[in-house]
């Protein structure tokens, strides 16, 4: 049975693991190394578990632990050859990191492993579809304004679909964020808000997928509430009931979700 647990999701810090048989893969490193072996220790696992690291883009949310991780375990690194070449160019990783392009349907210890390009103002932001030898597939998009083409069609039939809900379009309105971050972030290549995220999940669950959470809250702009109640109704407007149709659940902040299993 494959798991996956988020050690934490937010606009302050974003990092997760996915693995099956004792070895694992982790997504980004958004907050410091100690913070993220500190939340692998917690649910019994260590450094030493994991295959590699996948990152979805170069925002300090996604990378800003990861240099000093490399320092000290030296796992190789997966992502696109844009992302990968800013974090050497701006000495975000170390000299000796084990920089990695990642190649479509590669195999990563017995992970099959393929991204597609999410809506987002990075240099080349992605999300990822994981294959694990059960053959049970996870699809994670963390950050991205729209849903495209390619977006449904990198999540469609996953097991467990992790998908961004950033924000509650009046709390982003009506809250203290200047105007110019208040576009941006309501931007085709900013995030992704409540109602978006789960009318797109409404979708899948049409499509078939059935196990969802919702991940990357804005501490300022969302609560989890505000997440669940948007996409429970987008479900029950598709005549679905996510109690009973699918596993919805909301990825916490800072702190280690409950795993899913799948």
């Known amino acids: 049975m494959a798991t996956f647990l988020s050690l934490y999701s937010g606009s302050s810090g974003n990092c997760a693991l996915m693995g099956e048989n004792g070895r694992y893969l982790c997504v980004d490193m958004g907050k410091s190394c100690r913070a993220a072996v500190r939340a692998m220790t917690e649910v019994g696992l260590s450094p030493e578990q994991l295959a590699g690291i996948l990152i979805t883009h170069e925002h300090s949310d996604h990378v800003s632990g990861l240099k000093v991780f490399l320092k000290r375990w030296q796992l190789p690194v997966y992502g696109s050859e844009a992302t990968l070449a800013y974090l050497a160019d701006h000495d975000m990783v170390p000299p000796t990191a084990q920089l990695q392009i990642l190649q479509d349907g590669q195999e990563i210890a017995g992970f099959s492993v393929r991204s597609f390009h999410t809506s987002h103002d990075a240099v080349d932001c992605r999300g990822y579809r994981v294959s694990f030898d059960s053959g049970r597939t996870l699809a994670m998009a963390t950050d991205l304004g ?3 083409d390619e977006v449904m069609e990198g999540l469609s039939g996953a097991d467990l679909v992790v998908l961004e809900a950033n924000y509650d379009p009046d709390r982003l309105k009506f ?24 009318d797109t ?33 987008s479900f029950l407007a598709a005549g679905a009931l996510p109690g009973q149709d699918g596993l919805l659940q909301v990825l916490h902040r800072s702190e280690v979700s409950p795993a899913i299993q799948f």
Not at 177 to 196: F, M, Q, T
Not at 204 to 229: D, I, K, V, Y
């Open 175 to 198: 809250g203290p964020y200047p105007y110019y971050l208040k576009s941006r972030i309501a931007s085709p290549r900013g995030h992704l808000c409540n109602r978006d995220a789960g």
């Open 146 to 148: 729209q849903i495209t």
């Open 201 to 233: 999940l409404a979708e899948l669950l049409r499509s078939g997928c059935e196990r969802f959470a919702l991940c990357h809250l804005s501490q300022e702009n969302n609560t989890p509430q505000l997440a669940l109640q948007a996409a429970t109704e």
